[in-house]
């Protein structure tokens, strides 16, 4: 995981992914999530747009993901 990520990008994976009906996501392509240059503490899944907390990240990191 050594990319980032803008939230507004976020918001155009998150629509693009709820027009394509919003098929299960398994969240393995994520980064680092950012607003306006600063690091939210957050990474979100660049192919649904999720976001996730720290401990939301560890868990899956937990199972390999």
Same mark, same amino acid.
């Given at each position: 995981?050594?990319? !980032?990520? /803008?939230?507004?990008?976020? $918001? *155009?994976?998150?629509?693009?992914?709820?027009?394509?009906? #919003?098929?299960?996501?398994?969240?393995?392509? @994520? $980064? @680092?999530?950012?607003?306006?240059? =600063?690091? +939210?503490?957050? +990474?979100? %899944? &660049? !192919? %649904? *747009?999720? =976001?996730? #907390?720290? $401990? /939301?990240?560890?868990? &899956? &990191? $937990?199972? *390999?993901?």
């Amino acid at each position: 995981m050594g990319h !980032n990520v /803008q939230m507004r990008e976020l $918001a *155009g994976i998150r629509r693009r992914w709820e027009e394509a009906g #919003s098929p299960p996501c398994e969240h393995t392509d @994520r $980064a @680092r999530e950012y607003h306006l240059g =600063s690091h +939210t503490g957050d +990474t979100a %899944c &660049l !192919n %649904c *747009g999720k =976001s996730f #907390s720290p $401990a /939301q990240e560890a868990a &899956l &990191l $937990a199972k *390999g993901k």
